[in-house]
T-cell receptor, first 113, second 115 residues
Framework: DQQVKQNSPSLSVQEGRISILNCDYTNSMFDYFLWYKKYPAEGPTFLISISSIKDKNEDGRFTVFLNKSAKHLSLHIVPSQPGDSAVYFCAASASNTGNQFYFGTGTSLTVIP | EAGVVQSPRYKIIEKKQPVAFWCNPISGHNTLYWYLQNLGQGPELLIRYENEEAVDDSQLPKDRFSAERLKGVDSTLKIQPAELGDSAVYLC?????????????FGPGTRLLVL
């Protein structure tokens, strides 16, 4: 049973525009969420995280929004750059389950120059 | 600071053969994870170590998979015998706590192909 879902396998965006990557989860006990970025032949790289006590966390061009009532989070990248082209995974964990992380299936972002 | 190191990066074996993967976590990271990633999927946990103790191995297929982290630093993951369905990327990660929250750092992975 997939507890973290990324329903869009791919996304193409023009350079300079906003990229919005979405993630849904089913477990209401999740209280910590992360986004990872993965280039081909490399392991995932931590990008940004958010705790359930917040609804927004911003780091430079990257902002993560959390809507707990909808069990939905999104990653906004603005402005998008060609170097942002990668696969993005969202992950979630619950404090009361020993910090096991559950990953989505990933969204492949292509930023078109 | 060196990242998580994994070797080999690629491995091709015939089915029923054994295979082993090695991971060296980031220095000072007590928690180590092994994940399995199939094509088009996210990483799935196989086993988690706190120092040398396996604290979560519920997802590890113990009939053919084994892991160890004898001195609480490096770890090895073994498959014996390998099956065709084991072809995947095997990721190792180590973690640290930042602001009371855990962040995992991944190695480049070992891509296994079982023929």
């Amino acid at each position: 049973d997939q507890q973290v879902k990324q329903n869009s396998p791919s996304l193409s965006v023009q350079e300079g525009r906003i990229s919005i990557l979405n993630c849904d989860y089913t477990n209401s006990m999740f209280d910590y969420f992360l986004w990872y970025k993965k280039y081909p032949a490399e392991g995932p790289t931590f990008l940004i995280s958010i705790s359930s006590i917040k609804d927004k966390n911003e780091d430079g061009r990257f902002t993560v929004f959390l809507n707990k009532s909808a069990k939905h989070l999104s990653l906004h990248i603005v402005p998008s750059q060609p170097g942002d082209s990668a696969v993005y995974f969202c992950a979630a964990s619950a404090s009361n389950t020993g910090n096991q992380f559950y990953f989505g299936t990933g969204t492949s972002l292509t930023v078109i120059p | 600071e060196a990242g998580v190191v994994q070797s080999p990066r690629y491995k091709i074996i015939e089915k029923k053969q054994p295979v082993a993967f090695w991971c060296n976590p980031i220095s000072g990271h007590n928690t180590l994870y092994w994940y399995l990633q199939n094509l088009g999927q996210g990483p799935e946990l196989l086993i988690r170590y706190e120092n040398e103790e396996a604290v979560d191995d519920s997802q590890l297929p113990k009939d053919r998979f084994s892991a160890e982290r004898l001195k609480g630093v490096d770890s090895t993951l073994k498959i014996q015998p390998a099956e065709l369905g084991d072809s995947a990327v095997y990721l190792c990660a180590s973690s640290t706590m930042t602001g009371g929250k855990e962040t995992q750092y991944f190695g480049p992975g070992t891509r296994l192909l079982v023929l």
